[in-house]
């Protein structure tokens, strides 16, 4: 019998995730803010829920990929009631990016209420979710994570178990986003320093991505850079701006110093107070060569 299960969170990352369960033969009973949003999986099969608990059933499992941890709290605690809705035995899959904190107070809120919470974040723009190349990290009770995890190879090409503690998918989350853009600010530096030697950033990043620095960060956002390309948007500035303050808000909790933390965050809000929301996370790269004294190259 094919297996229902309920999907919260449409966007850039969402709607690729969800298709790709569709094609896996999961049905699915869909919500998401902008209803017009589900449409593409609606001529796939799936159902309209009108409310977001209305995606869930007793002992049923829940996937949500949201934007941050107000939304996320929202639908475990909220009017939908999600953690109440899916007792007993109920399973929430929550893939979004949020603080160890409210990953684990959720999973407590889950617990208390006769259902269970699984840590999926994943790491993958919506390219890759279309493709489904995803990594996924992982981490919660053994026994829900074997149930969810048909479900979660739908969706990804790889899944990394982090063992039974609940934030520990989240803190890796965490840190890989802050590696990542932390490397967006070395490239970004790097490019500024080529441009006023009169070298071709272009050539160098190629080769140095090809080389030295042979990884998907610097070979996907060394090209944007180098060639100061960063729209469309596949993760926007706000967005890179709210993962930077929850690596620093968990480097507080476990009085663990991260300065590039620092400099990254401001570097976010110089890059927002200058009107480039909606460019590219990567656009951050652009505040190295406003030190420079170099014009935008885009």
Same mark, same amino acid.
């Given at each position: ?222 090209? !944007? $850079? +180098?060639? *100061? #390309? ?8 706000? @967005? /890179?701006?709210? &993962? ?26 110089? !890059? $927002? +107070?200058? *009107? #480039? ?8 790269? @652009? /505040?190295?060569? &406003? ?8």
């Amino acid at each position: 019998m094919t297996q229902k299960i309920g999907f919260v969170g449409l966007g850039a990352m969402g709607l690729p995730m969800a298709a790709n369960l569709i094609a896996a033969g999961f049905h699915l009973t869909v919500y998401n803010r902008t209803a017009s949003k589900a449409e593409p999986l609606l001529a796939k099969g799936a159902d309209r829920a009108d409310r977001a608990g209305d995606v869930a059933h007793p002992g049923g499992i829940v996937v949500s990929m949201l934007a941050d941890d107000a939304s996320l709290k929202a639908l475990v605690t909220g009017e939908d009631a999600l953690a109440e809705r899916l007792k007993p035995d109920g399973i929430h899959i929550s893939m979004s990016t949020v603080s160890p904190a409210t990953t684990r107070e959720l999973a407590e809120y889950h617990a208390a209420r006769g259902s269970v919470m699984v840590a999926a974040p994943v790491f993958g723009r919506p390219n890759a979710a279309e493709a489904k190349q995803l990594r996924i990290c992982i981490s919660g009770p053994a026994d829900a994570k074997a149930r969810v995890k048909p479900i979660l190879d739908a969706m990804g090409r790889d899944v990394f178990d982090f063992g039974d503690n609940i934030g520990a998918a989240s803190v890796v989350k965490v840190a890989g986003n802050f590696m990542i853009a932390a490397a967006m600010e070395a490239m970004g530096e790097a490019v500024a320093m080529m441009r006023k030697s009169g070298v071709d950033p272009v050539a160098a990043l190629e080769m140095l991505s090809k080389t030295i620095f042979s990884s998907p960060v610097y070979q996907g956002y060394g090209p !944007a $850079i +180098a060639h *100061g #390309r960063f729209t469309p948007a596949g993760f926007r500035l706000p @967005l /890179g701006l709210k &993962d930077i303050e929850l690596a620093l808000e968990t480097s507080r909790a476990v009085n663990a110093p991260m300065p590039t933390a620092s400099l990254l965050r401001d570097r976010f809000v110089s !890059a $927002i +107070a200058k *009107g #480039r929301a909606d460019l590219d996370w990567s656009a951050i790269a @652009l /505040g190295a060569a &406003d030190d420079a004294g170099l014009k935008e190259s885009r």
